[in-house]
């Protein structure tokens, strides 16, 4: 029995507020961690100012009032306790349970701002004078007192502490617009060169900056809705149209199929005619020479009987019957079998195949260019042709333009009963049905004239070196981010523009600039260096390129030709036509451009020199080396060609 007085002993010193000395009544824990009794605690801190609020027992300080709560598990342990020693009465815990309701319903609703004179009821104003808040019955002085009559008075605020300068412990109630900060009065003395503004008066200013920001948000927002459309519609129109030529062209190569096996299968018929009629002949014979050996034979056998007959007489009768025998030597007719006929019908289907592979090659390395509307027909009739041409594609074989023959080489659109033979293998004029032309079409057309030099076709480096040119930038048509070194020979582009003076041939829109020679005739190469990074663009471009906008980028109109890399992807743009093509591993780029012939070729130089692509054209004016730099590290040099 007395272990258990001990032990209640015990408890009862754990149970006991620091203050009064008596057991907890509505034991609260504030945030050091000690309990005390929620009217002690009140008492204490009565009449203590904002900023010194701290604990009654271990000292430590708080910035504001804590938020009180009932210790549920403490104030359970007080009631087991005093049961435990017969002190509990029904009218003390009648008494101490109304205390507590009242407490639970006084400080358990955490949305709400606690009067901070009394801590028991809900303030209904804050004061950003006094930076305090309260109840209705303590705030009377600042409705009646003229000492509180300039008091700024405000709804219910909370973290009052907050809204306080960290530096001077006063009020925000400035706003910097420089520095996009709220300030008390103390420190304006250190905005003195900025614009200071009240806080309502730096609200309606932002508001006002955010309404603009708002509507140009909302007029980003329909213009990004009205291109997507735009979009949307031009993806439409660019599948029909791709679903259009897959069509046409399964119908061109079903139909190019369709004549080259009925080719095969004529060819294929004449020899198996041929091998017909000799075999019929080579059978005739070998029955004929076959009834001669079965003759000879038996000739032979009775030859031989002969010879073994003793009888003298008997032999010399039967002998007078063979003496006006003569045997004939077999005979072998001429052999009619026509192999130079089937030679030249394998010849006629390998030179078809040659000039298809040719074609095809031609195809795959040339650029084919639409040309423009002719000036005299209007917008109506240039549509119309065409949609003519466009619907030629269907009407059958004679108005197909087949991509793999040339115009003067068609007999007609029915590949000949037997191919007429190489030029070289007939001398005389073969006696065949005159050839039927067929105009060509403006589609059609071949876009270069043809050459009034010797053709050119570098297979190395060195042969390209015979027509080797030395380029220089033109300063005047640099773009203002663009740096020229080494006499105009090395160009990189910076983010910073060059004091550069305007020139209406300078570029505007892309960081671009042309040399200051062009060519119109003759056959000119050139070789440029990368360096540093692969964001660039190398080609030639006629002097009237346009300077400012979009359509001055080189390859996206029709007065340029261009080889860019961008994303590690090489690409050949011309007439805003993109073709992707392999990147060789070199730093180094041949351009070789033929004014005479109408081409501009670009070439891989290193290990190995190879062509990386041939743009073909009719050049109508003067064409100009021209690059393109867009990345801050990457260095185009043109200067020499050693």
């Given at each position: 029995?007395?272990?258990?007085?001990?032990?209640?002993?015990?408890?009862?010193?754990?149970?006991?507020?620091?203050?009064?000395?008596?057991?907890?009544?509505?034991?609260?824990?504030?945030?050091?961690?000690?309990?005390?009794c929620?009217?002690?605690?009140?008492?204490?801190w009565?009449?203590v100012?904002l900023?010194?609020y701290?604990?009654?027992?271990?000292?430590?300080?708080f910035?504001?009032?804590?938020?009180?709560?009932?210790?549920?598990?403490?104030?359970?342990?007080?009631n087991q306790?005093?049961?435990?020693?017969?002190?509990?009465?029904?009218?003390?815990?009648?008494?101490?349970?109304?205390?507590?309701?009242?407490?639970?319903?006084?400080?358990?609703?955490?949305?709400?701002?606690?009067?901070?004179?009394?801590?028991?009821?809900?303030?209904?104003?804050?004061?950003?004078?006094?930076?305090?808040?309260?109840?209705?019955?303590?705030?009377?002085?600042?409705?009646?007192?003229?000492?509180?009559?300039?008091?700024?008075?405000?709804?219910?605020?909370?973290?009052?502490?907050?809204?306080?300068?960290?530096?001077?412990?006063?009020?925000?109630?400035?706003?910097?617009?420089?520095?996009?900060?709220?300030?008390?009065?103390?420190?304006?003395?250190?905005?003195?060169?900025?614009?200071?503004?009240?806080?309502q008066?730096?609200?309606?200013?932002?508001?006002?900056?955010?309404?603009?920001?708002?509507?140009?948000?909302?007029?980003m927002?329909?213009?990004?809705?009205?291109?997507?459309?735009?979009?949307?519609l031009?993806?439409?129109?660019?599948?029909?149209?791709?679903?259009?030529?897959?069509?046409?062209?399964?119908?061109?190569?079903?139909?190019?199929?369709?004549?080259?096996?009925e080719?095969?299968?004529?060819?294929?018929?004449?020899?198996?005619?041929?091998e017909?009629?000799?075999?019929?002949?080579?059978?005739?014979?070998?029955?004929?020479?076959?009834?001669?050996?079965?003759?000879?034979?038996?000739?032979?056998?009775?030859?031989?009987?002969?010879?073994?007959?003793?009888?003298?007489?008997?032999?010399?009768?039967?002998?007078?019957?063979?003496?006006d025998?003569?045997?004939?030597?077999?005979?072998?007719?001429?052999?009619?079998?026509?192999?130079?006929?089937?030679?030249?019908?394998y010849?006629?289907?390998?030179?078809?195949?040659?000039?298809?592979?040719?074609?095809?090659?031609?195809?795959?390395?040339?650029?084919?260019?639409?040309?423009?509307?002719?000036?005299?027909?209007?917008?109506?009739?240039?549509?119309?042709?065409?949609?003519r041409?466009?619907?030629?594609?269907?009407?059958?074989?004679?108005?197909?333009?087949n991509?793999?023959?040339?115009?003067?080489?068609?007999?007609?659109?029915?590949?000949?009963?037997?191919?007429?033979?190489?030029k070289?293998?007939?001398?005389?004029?073969?006696?065949?049905?005159?050839?039927?032309?067929?105009?060509?079409?403006?589609?059609?057309?071949?876009p270069?004239?043809?050459?009034?030099?010797?053709?050119?076709?570098?297979?190395?480096?060195?042969?390209?070196?015979?027509?080797?040119?030395?380029?220089?930038?033109?300063?005047?048509t640099?773009?203002?981010?663009?740096?020229?070194?080494?006499?105009?020979?090395?160009?990189?582009?910076?983010?910073?523009?060059?004091?550069?003076?305007?020139?209406p041939?300078?570029f505007?829109?892309?960081?671009?600039?042309?040399?200051?020679?062009?060519?119109?005739?003759?056959?000119?190469?050139?070789?440029?260096?990368?360096e540093g990074g692969?964001f660039?663009?190398?080609?030639?471009?006629?002097?009237?390129?346009?300077?400012?906008?979009?359509?001055?980028?080189?390859?996206?109109?029709?007065?340029?030709?261009?080889?860019?890399?961008?994303?590690?992807?090489?690409?050949?743009?011309?007439?805003?036509?993109?073709?992707?093509?392999?990147?060789?591993?070199?730093?180094t780029?041949?351009?070789?451009?033929?004014?005479?012939?109408?081409?501009?070729?670009?070439?891989?130089?290193?290990?190995?020199?190879?062509?990386?692509?041939?743009?073909?054209?009719?050049?109508?004016?003067?064409?100009?080396?021209?690059?393109?730099?867009f990345?801050?590290?990457?260095?185009?040099?043109?200067?020499?060609?050693?």
């Open positions: 029995m007395s272990i258990m007085a001990q032990s209640l002993d015990d408890m009862a010193e754990e149970l006991t507020c620091s203050i009064c000395l008596c057991l907890f009544t509505t034991p609260v824990t504030i945030p050091c961690g000690h309990n005390f929620y009217e002690c605690l009140d008492l204490a009565k009449g100012l900023e010194d701290c604990c009654p027992q271990c000292r430590c300080s910035d504001s009032k804590p938020n009180l709560r009932k210790n549920t598990l403490l104030s359970n342990l007080v306790l005093t049961a435990a020693r017969g002190e509990h009465s029904l009218e003390v815990k009648e008494k101490s349970e109304d205390v507590v309701v009242e407490e639970e319903v006084e400080i358990s609703d955490s949305d709400a701002v606690l009067c901070d004179h009394c801590m028991k009821v809900a303030a209904v104003m804050t004061c950003l004078t006094c930076m305090a808040s309260f109840c209705t019955v303590h705030l009377q002085p600042h409705l009646e007192s003229k000492a509180y009559k300039d008091h700024n008075l405000k709804q219910p605020l909370r973290n009052l502490q907050q809204r306080k300068c960290a530096e001077h412990n006063k009020l925000l109630d400035c706003f910097c617009w420089e520095h996009g900060k709220c300030i008390c009065w103390n420190c304006i003395v250190n905005h003195k060169q900025c614009q200071t503004l009240s806080l008066e730096g609200k309606a200013k932002k508001e006002q900056h955010l309404k603009k920001l708002l509507l140009s948000l909302n007029e927002i329909e213009k990004a809705s009205g291109t997507r459309e735009e979009v949307k031009e993806q439409r129109h660019a599948k029909e149209i791709t679903t259009k030529k897959k069509a046409l062209l399964d119908g061109e190569f079903e139909e190019i199929k369709t004549l080259i096996e080719e095969q299968k004529r060819a294929m018929k004449r020899i198996e005619e041929e017909k009629k000799v075999n019929t002949k080579f059978n005739y014979t070998q029955s004929v020479l076959d009834k001669k050996k079965n003759e000879f034979q038996g000739l032979k056998e009775k030859v031989e009987a002969l010879l073994d007959e003793e009888d003298d007489l008997q032999f010399l009768k039967n002998a007078t019957k063979f003496q025998i003569r045997p004939k030597e077999p005979f072998k007719p001429r052999n009619d079998f026509n192999e130079k006929l089937l030679h030249q019908t010849r006629n289907i390998v030179s078809l195949k040659d000039a298809i592979k040719a074609k095809l090659n031609n195809l795959g390395e040339t650029e084919e260019a639409r040309p423009p509307t002719q000036p005299h027909m209007k917008g109506s009739e240039a549509d119309k042709a065409a949609s041409n466009d619907s030629s594609d269907c009407r059958g074989p004679p108005q197909m333009k991509p793999y023959f040339k115009e003067d080489e068609i007999l007609d659109w029915k590949l000949p009963q037997r191919l007429p033979p190489p070289q293998n007939t001398p005389e004029k073969p006696k065949t049905k005159p050839r039927t032309k067929i105009p060509p079409s403006p589609a059609a057309a071949a270069c004239p043809g050459p009034t030099a010797p053709r050119i076709n570098p297979s190395s480096r060195e042969e390209c070196l015979k027509f080797a040119e030395q380029l220089t930038a033109d300063p005047y640099a773009h203002k981010r663009v740096i020229m070194s080494d006499n105009f020979t090395k160009l990189t582009v910076t983010d910073s523009p060059q004091n550069y003076q305007d020139n041939k300078r505007t829109h892309c960081s671009q600039v042309l040399c200051s020679r062009g060519f119109t005739h003759g056959c000119y190469y050139w070789e440029v260096k990368i692969n660039s663009g190398i080609g030639v471009a006629y002097q009237t390129i346009a300077r400012k906008g979009a359509e001055s980028r080189l390859g996206r109109n029709k007065f340029s030709w261009c080889i860019e890399w961008f994303n590690g992807k090489l690409q050949a743009w011309h007439d805003d036509k993109m073709t992707d093509l392999t990147s060789p591993n070199v730093n780029v041949g351009v070789l451009l033929n004014c005479d012939e109408g081409y501009v070729a670009f070439y891989s130089v290193g290990k190995k020199f190879g062509q990386i692509y041939k743009f073909r054209t009719k050049f109508t004016e003067g064409v100009f080396p021209a690059f393109w730099v990345s801050s590290n990457t260095i185009l040099s043109f200067g020499s060609t050693k």
